[in-house]
């Protein structure tokens, strides 16, 4: 009886050890010091998966959260310029307004730990700028990085699809204190 009960014990160990799953879109970060400020970027990266990304999964002139899961965070050890405006030390959720013809709207928002959905609304944002979409070869799981860093300055680069923007950091150059 003891056998059974022992090897019914393990079945179902192996059983569950099964059932759980990976997640479908896996966790990232990528972190980046410019000029003694430390750009951390933490997110879910949705891959296309043979996906119409966008105009279809992603509908254009719509609020629209980059990453998958918890909303996208960004982190500024110190204050910054991004694209010529300054942008407060802190942590912050990144969206988009994709729109097929015409520049996209990147928000930073001071909610920072939300889900990414449900934007929450335009009294939350600490900044709104037009970036011109480029395209570039396909990437097939959203990405963040730093493809261009400086003494003082780096370019935030996203893509997915074929779609990149570049976003422009200043970090003024404070002594490390």
Same mark, same amino acid.
């Given at each position: 009886?003891?056998?059974?009960?022992?090897?019914?014990?393990?079945?179902?160990?192996?059983?569950?050890?099964?059932?759980?799953?990976?997640?479908?879109?896996?966790?990232?970060?990528?972190?980046?010091?410019?000029?003694?400020?430390?750009?951390?970027?933490?997110?879910?990266?949705?891959?296309?998966?043979?996906?119409?990304?966008?105009?279809?999964?992603?509908?254009?002139?719509?609020?629209?959260?980059?990453?998958?899961?918890? !909303? +996208?965070?960004?982190?500024?050890?110190?204050? @910054? *310029? $991004?694209?010529? =405006?300054?942008?407060?030390?802190?942590?912050?959720?990144?969206?988009?307004?994709?729109?097929?013809?015409?520049?996209?709207?990147?928000?930073?928002?001071?909610?920072?730990?939300?889900?990414?959905?449900?934007?929450?609304?335009?009294?939350?944002?600490?900044?709104?700028?037009?970036?011109?979409?480029?395209?570039?070869?396909?990437?097939?799981?959203?990405?963040?990085?730093?493809?261009?860093?400086?003494?003082?300055? !780096? +370019?935030?680069?996203?893509?997915?699809?074929? @779609? *990149? $923007?570049?976003? =422009?950091?200043?970090?003024?150059?404070?002594?490390?204190?």
């Amino acid at each position: 009886m003891r056998a059974i009960s022992h090897l019914a014990v393990a079945v179902l160990c192996a059983a569950s050890s099964h059932a759980q799953t990976y997640p479908v879109s896996e966790r990232g970060s990528v972190t980046q010091t410019v000029a003694y400020t430390e750009i951390s970027i933490i997110y879910g990266r949705p891959s296309a998966r043979g996906r119409e990304l966008f105009g279809h999964l992603v509908p254009w002139d719509d609020v629209w959260h980059p990453g998958a899961d918890s !909303a +996208t965070r960004i982190v500024f050890s110190r204050d @910054v *310029m $991004l694209e010529g =405006h300054a942008v407060k030390a802190g942590e912050y959720s990144i969206w988009m307004i994709p729109r097929e013809k015409a520049p996209w709207t990147f928000i930073l928002s001071r909610a920072a730990h939300v889900f990414h959905r449900n934007y929450p609304g335009a009294d939350q944002d600490a900044l709104r700028v037009d970036v011109a979409p480029q395209r570039g070869t396909f990437m097939e799981t959203l990405t963040f990085w730093f493809p261009a860093v400086q003494r003082e300055a !780096a +370019t935030l680069g996203f893509q997915w699809g074929e @779609v *990149m $923007l570049s976003l =422009h950091i200043q970090a003024p150059n404070h002594s490390a204190s």
